[in-house]
């Protein structure tokens, strides 16, 4: 089964796959953070009944952007309703912190998002040490796909830069695109094992901007143009 996200292009391609774990990933004001919202607020209008659990982490969330996108669909009046069916996580302190409010929540919100994931994994490597990094990172991935068997799981993730010259000819193949952009997604090859679908948006110019399916076990390795809006993905 597959979610509609009031984006044209990407509906068009088959929207999004229910109860997977969906990363949208690009660099900074690249729409990751519109596309959260316009996603939040299309799930849920059009499942009166859903709820929505947002752990915001980059306190990035804007009940405006959920009122402006309402009026769009000529829906405004149904704000009150919508937001209360959201449960707000602002800024949690940990990992850990995250890991135990959704073992506490299991199969009650339709919808999770995380954005963004790799701001969870702020504190530098080398304080934290590399073994409770990565018993962060799995254990948080393992948290997620437990609850994409009840729920739909969209998470935001950052860039960093990386050095064309580390590449190997044997990578290139695979890791072709993140070559090209000089930039590849944090967290990560481990953090990709538990993530279903992957879309990178780049942002073109002012207001037009594309989204390229990275890997999706549902969606066309493909991409997608899409334009800013008066402030929406069209």
Not at 94 to 112: A, F, M, Q
Not at 166 to 195: Q, T
Request: glycine share 6%; charged share 25%.
């Amino acid at each position: 089964m597959v979610l509609m996200t009031g984006i044209k292009g990407l509906d068009r391609l088959g929207g999004l796959p229910k109860n997977s774990i969906i990363e949208i990933c690009g660099k900074a004001a690249s729409g990751k953070t519109i596309f959260s919202h316009q996603f939040l607020t299309y799930f849920l209008l059009h499942n009166p009944k859903a709820r929505a659990l947002f752990f915001d982490v980059d306190l990035s969330f804007h009940p405006e952007l959920i009122h402006k996108i309402l009026r769009k669909f000529n829906r405004d009046l149904l704000l009150k309703n919508v937001l209360k069916r959201i449960l707000i996580v602002s800024a949690p302190e940990s990992v850990e912190r995250v890991i135990k409010i959704l073992e506490k929540n299991l199969g009650k919100y339709e919808l999770i998002l995380i954005d963004s994931v790799s701001s969870l994994f702020k504190e530098p490597l080398d304080e934290i040490g590399f073994k409770e990094y990565m018993g962060n990172l799995i254990g948080l991935g393992m948290e997620l796909r437990k609850h994409s068997r009840f729920s739909t799981i969209l998470v935001t993730n950052q860039m960093r830069s990386i050095i064309r010259s580390s590449f190997s000819d044997d990578n290139l193949i695979f890791d072709e695109l993140w070559y090209a952009e000089g930039v590849i997604p944090a967290l990560g090859k481990i953090w990709e094992y538990f993530v279903d679908l992957r879309i990178y948006m780049k942002k073109l110019r002012k207001n037009m901007g594309v989204m390229i399916i990275a890997f999706s076990n549902s969606l066309p390795e493909t991409f997608s143009p899409f334009k800013y809006v008066d402030g929406f993905l069209e």
